[in-house]
């Protein structure tokens, strides 16, 4: 343990647990599930500050969590393979799509590409390099020779740019109490 990293923690990051605990539950599919997200999220921001610690530790709280979030929903809709395996027998056609579901996905696919033609060189770029290629954060900031908090906030404005574009303006809004504006700041993700 590192009593200057436990000392770091429960000054800058514990003071915000009620207003995580209120994000958490206001954006989390199932309740039941705040208590083991806030320790996710307590455990990638105690890892990531003994490397490093950020600069603004509650918009990287709020990042992390978000960012969290994310990943786990991400991987909520990825289906197993396991559960793939026997289409055949169930007698469906599994690229039959209504006339009305093609429209949608290619109204989808404009209004993304519409904003990611939007974007900044530097932000598509960053999206690109982090979302599309898989490289990590600091692989990314290399090869863009910028700062890892410059591309985080590449990214954090990039992402709610398309989310906004794609999904309305209600999903670009999730942090609370202006916490939205702050985290754009963040260094860490």
């Known amino acids: 343990m590192n009593s200057e ?14 207003a995580l605990l209120r994000y958490l539950r206001r954006v989390c599919p199932n309740a039941a599930d705040v208590p083991d997200l806030r320790q996710d999220v307590y455990v990638r921001i105690y890892q990531s500050a003994a490397c490093e610690r950020p600069r603004l530790p509650k918009s990287f709280l709020f990042t992390t969590a978000r960012n969290l979030l994310a990943d786990r929903l991400r991987r909520g809709r990825i289906v197993s393979i396991d559960y793939t395996q026997d289409l055949d027998s169930l007698n469906v056609l599994v690229d039959e799509l209504s006339p009305e579901q093609r429209l949608s996905a290619r109204q989808e696919l404009r209004r993304l590409s519409d904003a990611l033609d939007a974007l900044s060189d530097d932000c598509r770029d960053v999206i690109w390099l982090r979302r599309v290629e898989g490289l990590s954060q600091q692989e990314a900031a290399k090869r863009l020779g910028m700062k890892e908090g410059t591309l985080e906030s590449h990214l954090s404005r990039g992402v709610r740019a398309l989310a906004k574009a794609v999904f309305g303006s209600a999903h670009s809004n999730t942090a609370e109490d202006g916490e939205t504006d702050s985290m754009s700041e963040s260094e860490h993700g």
């Open 5 to 18: 990293l436990d000392h770091w923690f429960v000054n800058e990051i514990l003071p915000h647990e009620a």
